[in-house]
């Protein structure tokens, strides 16, 4: 029970790490003590099991919203789906505590023991989050590593990405606390080097050059998840999207051009299904040579259905209006909400929504040019793959020099996840030193620059146009040169350093005729 409950207790606080109350070093301070707690148990494993049920428990509660509200699920029903969830992403702190507690050195009381301890606990720990954010379509949702967008350390990421920067402050973490409970000078000295050199990195400067700005107006249309899919409402609600996409399109004509941007599925049906007057309002909104438009919508190709974002120019013949060509087709679908995984259809039957099998895109990256900008677009919660996002990046036809994310977050009311999922996209802008631009149904919407802060924010909550200005940026940072290799690298340096140490330990033991 001390196990469970040491767990419970050092995960329950986790939630405030990230925005919008952003103590990440609450965070940090708890990934330290957790591995000394855990091995004063009985049941390590049980004892990460717990932290991690509690902590993405709290974390995700929102979902409760969806999944009852939204969905329909009775209410005892939707907390038992979340409390399944939150169990299953708890196997990952459970199998990093696994490991720790049958690799650590038991008896740290050398500075080399308290060294290999505290980068086992470090790598174990970001590769299972890295691992919980690739299984099964992964859900990287409340890593650390995202939380330091809002830290001093915001200028790490550029250099080793969300998982390499919370590496690297864990060893820190594991080093200083380790001096705290021991007393060894050589775990000062080294809990000092690494956080020397770290400060050191954060004030390296990372080249990039201007791309030259964009003006761009944003419609959040504010449309309640419960109505936005009523047919009986869906006219009032495209006339209102319409009203509003009229006020921004004069805004960007009195400033001379620029890009119009819309929310994920403003236009809540499916293409081909869509009166062509609505589509040709769309592309009307634009202006040849001025003023480019870019808007979210289900677009179904043959027996394909796509969640996109689609880009007109304004000189769209009407026969290209059918199928759009230029356009991002999401690749990372939401599980439940845009395809079912395998033996959960009676779950899904079970809920009050829009379902679809929808596609996943493929092939390169093919950013959306705007006077003289590329924009890499991502729709919803694609921008929260940190190595993912980067191979999409590197792998585009041509270098983005900004990124745009097109969300409809109306599905989490106006919870905490609305501010989580826009930290995680700030922190993708300072991963690759590129801004960002955010439009959602609901909020937030707004500007992010290239380390990652917001320049300018939309609250939540409210029907507007609003404007601003975005400067592009181009140039590699030395993690989007190396994406998740990075971090693979780091891992493979401390296994190999695990296997040394293990061969070691079982030459040792030979010798003495000890059993390993």
């Known amino acids: 029970m001390y196990s469970f409950l040491a767990g419970a207790l050092l ?154 920067s919370l590496f690297a402050l864990m060893l820190f973490a594991h080093l200083f606390l380790s001096f705290v409970f021991n007393r060894l000078p050589g775990n000062l000295l080294g809990a000092t080097a690494v956080l020397g050199g770290l400060l050191v990195l954060v004030q390296l400067p990372v080249n990039t050059q201007s791309a030259g700005a964009l003006t761009v107006v944003g419609v959040q249309t504010n449309v309640d998840q419960s109505i936005k899919f009523d047919p009986d409402l869906i006219v009032s609600n495209m006339q209102k999207a319409f009203a509003l996409g009229d006020m921004a399109k004069e805004q960007l004509a009195n400033q001379g051009g620029g890009l119009l941007v819309f929310p994920e599925t403003v236009n809540p049906l499916v293409w081909t299904d869509t009166p062509v007057e609505w589509r040709t309002t769309f592309r009307d909104f634009a202006t040849p040579g001025e003023t480019a438009v870019i808007m979210g919508s289900a677009i179904q190709e043959g027996a394909r259905y796509f969640n996109s974002i689609v880009m007109f120019q304004g000189d769209e013949a009407l026969e290209a209006l059918e199928v759009p060509e230029t356009r991002h087709d999401k690749r990372h679908l939401v599980p439940f909400g845009e395809f079912i995984p395998l033996g959960f259809k009676w779950f899904v039957a079970m809920l009050n929504m829009p379902m679809g099998e929808f596609t996943s895109g493929s092939g390169p990256l093919k950013p959306f040019l705007v006077n003289g900008n590329a924009l890499a677009s ?139």
């Open 378 to 516: 991502t729709v919803c919660y694609e921008d929260i793959f940190s190595g993912e996002f980067a191979g999409l990046v590197a792998n585009s036809t041509q270098e983005p020099s900004m990124f745009v994310n097109l969300s409809n977050l109306a599905w989490f009311g106006q919870s905490w996840a609305l501010d989580q999922h826009a930290q995680m996209g700030r922190t993708r802008s300072a991963e690759h030193r590129k801004p960002g631009l955010r439009v959602t149904n609901t909020g937030v919407s707004g500007i992010v620059n290239a380390n990652g802060q917001w320049t300018q924010r939309v609250e939540p909550g409210q029907a507007l146009v609003w404007s601003g200005q975005i400067e592009g940026r181009l140039g590699q940072t030395f993690f989007a040169k190396w994406g998740d290799r990075l971090w693979f690298s780091i891992w493979g340096a401390v296994l190999l350093l695990l296997c040394v140490r293990e061969w070691r330990l079982r030459a040792y033991n030979r010798a003495h005729s000890i059993n390993p």
């Open 11 to 164: 995960g329950a606080p986790w939630v405030l790490s990230f925005a919008p109350i952003s103590l990440w070093w609450l965070g940090l301070l708890l990934l330290a003590v957790l591995p000394f707690v855990a091995l004063k148990t009985s049941r390590p494993w049980l004892t990460g099991l717990a932290f991690g049920w509690s902590a993405y428990g709290l974390g995700v509660s929102w979902l409760h919203i969806s999944l009852h509200t939204y969905g329909g699920l009775p209410s005892l029903l939707a907390w038992a789906a979340i409390a399944a969830f939150t169990l299953y992403l708890a196997l990952f702190p459970a199998l990093a505590l696994w490991f720790y507690s049958r690799f650590a050195a038991v008896r740290a009381q050398s500075w080399p023991a308290t060294v290999f301890n505290a980068l086992l606990w470090a790598a174990l720990w970001t590769f299972f989050e890295w691992a919980r954010g690739t299984f099964m379509t992964g859900f990287a949702w409340l890593g650390l590593g995202d939380a330091l967008v809002d830290s001093p350390f915001t200028n790490l990421l550029p250099w080793l990405g969300s998982y390499g």
